[in-house]
T-cell receptor
């Protein structure tokens, strides 16, 4: 089974801190994604990457950046965390074309 | 832009009932449609993936159908159990635009023992 592993299930950070969320997949997928999920707003795409060192903005990239130095790892960076970034963050990976997505177990981030 | 709608938003049924969850979408140019399950505070678990050329997929008590021309998919759950209680999300992968899934709004299912 494809596994997408998110390094933390729960994180509590202070306003202004730099936060790193890590995601690793083990099936050589070229595409990786970061979403956030909020009640009433559903899942929203933050950034995605279709290859090493490549990245594309999603629907809500403001306040975030990403890094993909190796194919299996995709990091989401909150440069200066704010309380409105308190959310559930979900990482996913897939092959290109007519393949499904595999999601990680999520990271619940609270910014205080 | 693709819009995906799920009806109903919430559903409560007694244990043992068969039930149907609905998903509709506006753009039929899709690679596939995927049904996910999400338990509270957890990630998404893939249940079924239907390719655009397929009409249905089955896994155990679950059966998903796809009618691309009418922009509809259904998830049928047979003999529901309390362990089926979760939120169910459908998502389709569009053939055009960014490499992305378009998610529905979800149906929160409660199966009452």
């Amino acid at each position: 089974d494809v596994k997408v592993t998110q390094s933390s299930r729960y994180l509590v950070k202070r306003t202004g801190e730099k936060v790193f969320l890590e995601c690793v997949q083990d099936m050589d997928h070229e595409n990786m994604f970061w979403y956030r999920q909020d009640p009433g707003l559903g899942l929203r795409l933050i950034y995605f990457s279709y290859d090493v060192k490549m990245k594309e903005k999603g629907d809500i990239p403001e306040g975030y950046s990403v890094s993909r130095e190796k194919k299996e790892r995709f990091s989401l960076i909150l440069e200066s965390a704010s309380t409105n970034q308190t959310s559930m963050y979900l990482c996913a990976s897939s092959l290109s074309g007519a393949y499904g997505y595999t999601f990680g177990s999520g990271t619940r981030l609270t910014v205080v | 832009k693709q819009e995906v709608t799920q009806i109903p938003a919430a559903l409560s049924v007694p244990e043992g009932e068969n039930l149907v969850l609905n998903c509709s979408f506006t753009d039929s140019a899709i690679y596939n449609l995927q049904w996910f399950r999400q338990d509270p505070g957890k990630g998404l678990t893939s249940l079924l993936l239907i390719q655009s050329s397929q009409r249905e997929q089955t896994s155990g008590r679950l059966n998903a159908s796809l009618d691309k021309s009418s922009g509809r998919s259904t998830l049928y759950i047979a003999a529901s159990q309390p362990g089926d209680s979760a939120t169910y999300l459908c998502a389709n992968r569009a053939q055009t635009g960014a490499n992305n899934l378009f998610f529905g709004t979800g149906t929160r299912l409660t199966v009452i023992p």
